[in-house]
């Protein structure tokens, strides 16, 4: 209930960065790396994963899903605009360098 003259308080969306070092190996299919929430208040908010260091030298194809659909997806690295909801950020070894399948990322989210 809203009292006459009561100021309600503003959501600010905010931009989330996270960074790590991983592997996927070209067996394992794709993984996924890390998972986030887009409020409706932020709906339509820059998303974005980079493969920042591909320490392995394989070629990964990465993939911004909400587990049903894909909703972009780029090598190294891919953006999107979702809706509200929660998604995912998974990478794919797609095959090359030296099989270890290693990588640094880092990725921004807006929520």
């Known amino acids: 209930m809203r009292i006459k003259g009561e100021i309600q308080p503003q959501l600010i969306c905010r931009t989330v960065y996270s960074a790590g070092y991983t592997h996927t190996d070209v067996s394992d299919g794709i993984d996924i790396i890390a998972s986030f929430t887009v409020y409706p208040e932020c709906a339509r908010e820059y998303q974005t994963f980079q493969i920042t260091d591909n320490v392995a030298g394989a070629n ?12 972009s997806s780029g090598l190294y690295g891919t953006t999107g605009y979702p809706p509200a909801g929660t998604y995912y950020w998974a990478v794919e070894n797609l095959g090359g360098g030296d099989g270890s399948g290693s990588f640094e990322y880092e990725y921004g989210y807006t929520r």
């Open 60 to 71: 990964f194809r990465v993939y911004l899903t909400d587990g049903v659909e894909v909703i």
